[in-house]
């Protein structure tokens, strides 16, 4: 008899283009999928569904931020008292090739092993017959799951314990009421392998009446809106709040202007945070007619919106056309934009490169006035793919143009189709030049000078992240974290592992280049905080006092004078420390010493250029000491600020 059945979650990760698994020592952004099928095996246990006596233990695990420990996973099924069943779950298509790769190691070794996510779903949901790559899963006697399983996943899991999985679930047509179902549960340690161990995510609801041809989740999670209760979601924001001090969401719904519950989420997320004081933020996903709804944008800001990304796609009105996103109003973008920050709320627009339409020319005209006229905080490139699952699939298919047999390249990052305009690597070209013109450090600037005081450190961070995803890790930030983990042995079969002593070499020579460009990205960042940093009450205080002192000085300010200053604010700012004399002295940037000046670290930028050239032609006589210590000593106590000042705003 079964006494014990242990449920491994997998959401596996993609190939980097020489075939290493893509794994980082921080991941971003935690993946949703992984917890709303972790709370639904959690209350099948707690409702007994499996009989009185069957131990379920439930393991997470996350290939963006760990190893799988194929062998361990393995060998947790012995005799004929404990079972093991693998589920490799939310399997985008681009992370299909790695999960089939996992799938067959599993079955190799004799375990049962279940798929599912938006590959397989949208897959079989747009195509009358099951293609190749699915039926040699089927063929290892993998179980394929088509459809969402909150009402079925009892009965799956039952089927398990009874040995008797079917090879196919088709439960597309039977799309579950989401209302009352158990909320994505989230586990503290998963938490601790993101950046911000704070941070959740939920959807509110799944589903979008629109009909983007790129578009995959209309034909898998369908275009009638699924809400959850409003009253649960406020439960569960209470109890993640007090039990693990999650107090930033990420809403996940496609279409958080389309969730019919809207009006009662923001209402209950404004009473958690004015009655009971809960500190809640989030951000979600809407389109661009949301700023029209009434109270829509009033009652997002009120209930904790920090950040809204929105579909815009282009602002090329031919190719929203024939992508079939006629909702899209291009001469409304800059009012939509205006509304959300007038609301202190941060923009982040979605944009697609590689439309039909689209030529060199048109889309350096377009980028030139999305950046110039519509002026969003951020912006998301993506390059148009043909997603199965998507209308776009079918019709390319169906005429019988070429698209890249690699699924492993079907993440909005590579140039999978041939594009009638863009040739000859034209289209990556243009593609990674969008990314670097919107993240420059001129329009970075543009954008935070424009920040309000509530949403600069938002638009400063996401700068920090994109920036370092792009530069150092070069990959799409959607799909990236921090510090490129790669284990010798998981590289993609056809590629050959490495000798210990090659692979120890070339990691050492790209861990090197890899910090080097973290403290790049991190000076930049630095640069930017000191050109455009918005003085705090406290600062603008002492500036105040400074200058009635410096009126009665008649302008000759002495150092206990600037000690006066903060002593005297402190009356009003009782947490304010009163520097030292020393400190005073030494910190030549300090904002308040000529408030109103524009701060900058180019004349440190300056003599560390200059000393890397005498340091480089070996004369190293040119380089002053002094000079050299009272730098290095001024840019680490500048560095200690920032990151400090950054990690207090995260
Ligand atoms: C939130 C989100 C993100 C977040 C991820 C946050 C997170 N980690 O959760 C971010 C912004 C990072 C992101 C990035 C990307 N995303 Co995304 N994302 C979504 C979104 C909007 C919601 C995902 C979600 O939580 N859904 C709710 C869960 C519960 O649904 P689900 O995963 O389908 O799972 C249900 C069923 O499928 C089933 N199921 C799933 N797995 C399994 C396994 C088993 C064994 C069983 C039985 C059942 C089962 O049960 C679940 C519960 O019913 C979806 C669209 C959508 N509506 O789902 C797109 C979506 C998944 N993303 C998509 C894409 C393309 C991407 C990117 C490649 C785009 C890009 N370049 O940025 C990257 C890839 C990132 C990565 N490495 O995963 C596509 C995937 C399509 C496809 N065929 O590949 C989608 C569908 C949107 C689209 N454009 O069409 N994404
Ligand atoms: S608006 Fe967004 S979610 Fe809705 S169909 Fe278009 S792309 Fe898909």
Partial sequence: MLRKLHVYLIKPSQYDEEGYVVRHWRGVLPSNTLACLAALTEDVVARKLLGETLQVKLHLLDETVDKIPVKRVCRSQRGGHTRTIVCLVGVQTNQFPRASDLALEFRKAGLAVMIGGFHVSGTLALRPDIPPDIQALLDAGVTVVKGEVEETWADLLRDVVAGRLQPLYDFLNNKPDLYDKPIPLIRREYLRKFVGSNFGTLDCGRGCPFECSFCTIINVQGRKMRVRS???????VRLNYRRHAISFYFFTDDNFARNKNWEAIFDVLIRLREEEHIPVKFMMQVDVLSWKIRNFVEKAQRAGCQTVFIGMESINTDNLKAAGKTQNNVEEYSRLIETYRAADISTHVGYII???????????????????????????FFMLT??????????????????????NLYDSHHEVTVHPHLKNGEWTQIYFQAWRKFYSLENMRAVLQRSSLRTYWNNLLRFFWYKNSIQTEG??????????????RDRRPGFPVLSRWQYFRTRAREVRAHLASMVRVLLEMEELWLETRHSSAAEQRIVEELNKIREAARGRLKLADLQLAHLRARMQFPSLRVPSKLHLFWAKWY??????????????DAFWQTAKQHWTERRWFRIPPHRLAFNLFRDAQLSLLFVINLVRAH
């Fill in 230 to 236: 409003a009253e649960q979601i406020a439960r569960a």
């Fill in 475 to 488: 990959r799409h930030p959607m799909m990236c974290g921090f510090f490129r983990l790669k284990g010798r």
């Fill in 386 to 407: 043909p997603l199965p699952g998507s209308c776009d699939h079918v019709e390319m298919a169906r005429r019988g143009e070429w698209m890249h047999p690699d699924f």
């Fill in 591 to 604: 904002p308040l010493l000529a408030p109103g000046k524009v701060y900058t670290r180019a004349d440190l």
């Fill in 354 to 380: 590689g439309f039909p339409g689209d030529t060199p020319d048109s889309v350096q005209r377009d980028l030139a006035r999305l950046e110039k006229e519509v002026r969003p905080d951020h912006v998301s």
